[in-house]
C-alpha cells in the first residue's frame, strides 16, 4: 500500500460552506435589502410637504407677513386664557384703535391635525368668551385674526403647564436685500 505524499492537499471544502465568503456577502446584502426598503417607502408614503406651485404658496406667505405688519401697525396685543373648558380672550390696541367686535381663534395642534378646534367669537371693547372642547396635554398654536383677515397675532402654549399665553406681534425686522 502506498502512503499519502506529504504534498498532497487535504480536501477543500465548497465556498458555501466557508464563513468568509457569507461575512463578505453580508453587508452588500444588507445594503442592497435596505435600499429597496426606502425605494418601496418613498413610493408608498405621501410626500405631502411637496407643492405644485410653490410662487402662490411664496404669495400667501407674504400675505401671512402683511398680516401680522397690520397687527403691529395697530399695537395690537392680546391675553389668553384656558380652564377647562372655557376659552377667555382679551384684546386690545396701544394706539387707541378700536378693537374688531368679532375674531377668529384658532387652536391648532402641531402633530394631530383631528384635535384642532376653529372659534368664531364675538365681544365687547375686546373681551371675548367661548365654551372650546377640552385640549389634550402637549403644545398648541394659538391664531387669532379679525372677520376680514386684515390682521393676526399667533402663540405657543404647552397645556397644562401654561394656561395664559400673551399674543404680541413678531418685532418688524429690517429688510435686507
Same mark, same amino acid.
Given at each position: 500500500?502506498?502512503?499519502?505524499?506529504?504534498?498532497?492537499?487535504?480536501?477543500? =471544502?465548497?465556498?458555501?460552506?466557508?464563513?468568509?465568503?457569507?461575512?463578505?456577502? %453580508? %453587508?452588500?446584502? =444588507?445594503?442592497?435589502?435596505?435600499?429597496?426598503?426606502?425605494?418601496?417607502?418613498?413610493?408608498?408614503?405621501?410626500?405631502?410637504?411637496?407643492? #405644485?406651485?410653490?410662487?402662490?404658496?411664496?404669495?400667501?406667505?407674504?400675505?401671512?407677513?402683511?398680516?401680522?405688519?397690520?397687527?403691529?401697525?395697530?399695537?395690537?396685543?392680546?391675553? *389668553?386664557?384656558?380652564? #377647562?373648558?372655557?376659552?377667555?380672550?382679551?384684546?386690545?390696541?396701544?394706539?387707541?384703535?378700536?378693537?374688531?367686535?368679532?375674531? %377668529?381663534?384658532?387652536?391648532?395642534?402641531?402633530?394631530?391635525?383631528?384635535?384642532?378646534?376653529?372659534?368664531?367669537?364675538?365681544?365687547?371693547?375686546?373681551?371675548?368668551?367661548?365654551?372650546?372642547?377640552?385640549?389634550?396635554?402637549?403644545?398648541?398654536?394659538?391664531?387669532?385674526?379679525?372677520?376680514?383677515?386684515?390682521?393676526? *397675532?399667533?402663540?405657543?402654549?404647552?397645556?397644562?403647564?401654561? =394656561?395664559?399665553?400673551? *399674543?404680541?406681534?413678531?418685532?418688524?425686522?429690517?429688510? =435686507?436685500?
Amino acid at each position: 500500500m502506498s502512503q499519502p505524499s506529504p504534498s498532497a492537499r487535504p480536501p477543500v =471544502t465548497p465556498w458555501h460552506r466557508q464563513g468568509w465568503p457569507w461575512f463578505l456577502i %453580508f %453587508f452588500p446584502a =444588507t445594503a442592497v435589502v435596505a435600499g429597496i426598503a426606502t425605494i418601496w417607502i418613498a413610493i408608498e408614503s405621501n410626500d405631502g410637504l411637496v407643492v #405644485d406651485d410653490y410662487y402662490k404658496q411664496g404669495l400667501g406667505i407674504q400675505k401671512t407677513l402683511d398680516r401680522a405688519r397690520e397687527a403691529s401697525r395697530l399695537a395690537l396685543s392680546g391675553d *389668553l386664557r384656558i380652564n #377647562d373648558s372655557t376659552l377667555t380672550l382679551n384684546l386690545r390696541s396701544g394706539i387707541g384703535a378700536p378693537v374688531a367686535d368679532a375674531v %377668529f381663534v384658532t387652536l391648532t395642534h402641531p402633530t394631530q391635525g383631528g384635535m384642532d378646534q376653529t372659534l368664531s367669537l364675538i365681544g365687547q371693547a375686546g373681551s371675548y368668551t367661548a365654551q372650546i372642547n377640552p385640549l389634550q396635554m402637549g403644545r398648541w398654536n394659538v391664531l387669532i385674526e379679525d372677520e376680514s383677515r386684515s390682521w393676526r *397675532l399667533t402663540g405657543t402654549m404647552h397645556l397644562p403647564a401654561e =394656561t395664559e399665553v400673551s *399674543l404680541v406681534p413678531p418685532p418688524e425686522k429690517p429688510v =435686507t436685500r
